[in-house]
C-alpha cells in the first residue's frame, strides 16, 4: 500500500507540502493582516464585518472572532481598509443577551447581538495584530438575501442557546458539541475530557457531521430515490455547518463529505479515502490558507490519516482476541492517537495513552447524547410544556457520561 501512494502524484504534493509548512523555512500568509493608510498604532475606530462566530477566550475577559475591514480612522480622518484581523470585544458587551449572563453595564445604548454575517463599528485599538475593542458604536445587518440568512442564523443560535440554558448541565454539553460554544459547559467535565484524552470529542469535527449525513441517509432510504437521497444529505451538510459555522476541523469533515458524496454521484467504485482526505488538505489550504497553522487543522488531519493509514494493521492484531466491534473501534482510537501523539506532546506538553480505550467506550455514549438531544428538541419544539421533563432526561445521560470520562480522566498522563 505504501508502495502505490509513493507513486501516486496527489499523495506526493500533500507530503511535500506537508514538509514545506511544517518542517522548511516555507511560511504561508493566510488572509490575516489589514492594508489600510493610516498606522495601525494610531487607528482608533475600524468598521467591517464579522466572519467567524465571536468564541470565547481562554481568560474569559473577552470573545475573539475575525473580522473583515472596510475602514478605519484615528478620530480625525477616515480612511478605506481592507483585510481581516482578529477581534477582541468585552464579554459583558458580548453576552449582553446571553442566558443567565445578563451584564447590567451592557444594558442601554450599546447592546448588539454579535454574530457572524453582521457589520459592526467599533472604538479600540491595535495590540499588535489583534484589535482590543473598547465599545461598538454601531451595527447593522444587509437588507439583502444573504443579510437575512445571516440574520436568521445568529438569532436562531441564540433561541437555541436559551434553551440550552434551560437544560442546565447537560444543555451547556450539548450546546458545545452542536454549536462549538463552550460558555455553559462545566469546567469540571471540560477538563476531565482534556485529562481523559477526548479533548476531539468536544471538537466539531467528521463525528458530528457523520452523524447527520446518518440522519439524512436514513431519510433518503425511506424515500428510495438515490438522487433525492444525495440532494438531502447534501442539504443536511450544509445547513449544519452554516449553523455551527466552519470551525477548521469542521470544514475539513465537510470537504472530505462532499467528495465523498460527489464520488458516489459519478457512481465510483472503491473510494479511496486517504486520496479523499488528500484533496480535502490541498482544497483546504488554498480556501483558507490561515487553517494550515490552527492546531486543530493539524489534529484533524492526522487523527484521520492515522485511522486510514493503520487501521487495517491495528484490527488484525485485536480481533486476535476481541470482537469485531471492540476490534474496529480500538483500531481507529488507536491509529489517530499515534499520528496525533508528536503534536499533542508540542501542542499541549502532554498526552493521555488511556485516550484509546476511552474513546471507544465514549464516542459511542457520545453520539446516543447527541441522539438524544435532537430528538428531544423536536420533542420541546412540538410540545414547549415538556421542556423541563426533557431537560431530566438529558442530565440523566449526562451524569452517566460525566462520571465515565471523569473516572477515564484520573488516568496517569504522560508529560514533557
Not at 482578529?86 to 442566558?99: D, G, K, N, Q
Request: net charge positive; hydrophobic share 50%; glycine share 6%.
Amino acid at each position: 500500500m505504501v508502495i502505490r501512494y509513493v507513486k501516486n502524484p496527489v499523495f506526493l504534493s500533500v507530503i511535500i507540502l506537508v514538509l514545506c509548512f511544517y518542517f522548511g523555512k516555507f511560511k504561508v500568509r493566510g488572509q490575516n493582516g489589514i492594508n489600510t493608510v493610516i498606522p495601525q498604532d494610531k487607528i482608533r475606530i475600524i468598521s467591517g464585518k464579522i466572519i467567524s462566530s465571536p468564541v470565547k477566550s481562554a481568560s474569559g475577559k473577552n470573545y475573539v472572532c475575525k473580522i473583515q475591514l472596510d475602514s478605519s480612522s484615528d478620530l480625525s480622518i477616515k480612511a478605506s481598509a481592507r483585510g481581516i484581523c482578529s477581534l477582541f470585544i468585552p464579554s459583558e458587551a458580548v453576552e449582553a443577551f446571553f442566558p443567565g449572563k445578563l451584564y447590567s453595564k451592557a444594558k442601554g445604548e450599546n447592546q448588539y447581538l454579535y454574530d457572524a454575517g453582521a457589520f459592526y463599528t467599533f472604538k479600540g485599538k491595535f495590540y499588535q495584530e489583534n484589535f482590543m475593542a473598547e465599545k461598538c458604536i454601531n451595527c447593522f445587518w444587509k437588507n439583502n438575501l444573504s443579510g437575512k440568512l445571516d440574520f436568521i442564523r445568529a438569532q436562531s443560535r441564540l433561541q437555541f442557546k436559551r434553551l440550552m440554558y434551560r437544560w442546565k448541565n447537560a444543555g451547556g454539553l450539548l450546546l458545545a458539541l452542536l454549536c462549538g460554544e463552550r460558555e455553559y459547559t462545566e469546567k469540571s467535565i471540560s477538563d476531565s475530557f482534556k485529562n481523559a484524552g477526548l479533548s476531539h470529542i468536544l471538537a466539531l469535527s467528521g463525528m458530528h457531521l457523520s452523524m447527520f449525513s446518518a440522519i439524512a441517509l436514513f431519510i433518503g432510504n425511506r424515500i428510495g430515490r438515490k438522487r433525492l437521497s444525495f440532494i438531502i444529505r447534501i442539504t443536511v451538510l450544509i445547513f449544519f455547518v452554516w449553523f455551527a459555522g466552519f470551525s477548521p476541523s469542521l470544514l475539513r469533515a465537510f470537504i472530505c463529505a462532499m467528495l465523498v458524496i460527489f464520488s458516489l454521484l459519478a457512481d465510483v467504485n472503491n473510494i479511496d479515502m486517504i486520496m479523499i482526505l488528500c484533496f480535502s488538505f490541498l482544497l483546504q489550504s488554498v480556501i483558507r490558507p490561515e487553517d494550515i497553522y490552527n492546531y486543530a487543522f493539524m489534529l484533524s488531519y492526522g487523527a484521520l490519516f492515522g485511522i486510514l493509514f493503520t487501521n487495517k494493521f491495528f484490527f488484525r492484531f485485536f480481533n486476535l482476541f476481541l470482537p469485531q466491534y471492540f476490534a474496529s473501534s480500538l483500531s481507529s482510537s488507536s491509529g489517530a492517537q499515534l499520528f496525533t501523539l508528536p503534536m499533542s506532546l508540542k501542542f499541549f506538553s502532554s498526552y493521555s495513552p488511556v485516550g484509546i480505550i476511552a474513546t471507544s467506550i465514549v464516542s459511542p455514549l457520545i453520539t446516543i447524547f447527541i441522539y438524544s438531544g435532537l430528538l428531544l428538541i423536536i420533542i420541546s419544539l412540538i410540545f414547549p410544556s415538556l421542556v423541563d421533563y426533557s431537560g431530566i432526561l438529558l442530565n440523566f445521560e449526562y451524569t452517566v457520561l460525566n462520571k465515565i470520562v471523569s473516572f477515564f480522566a484520573k488516568a496517569p498522563r504522560i508529560s514533557i
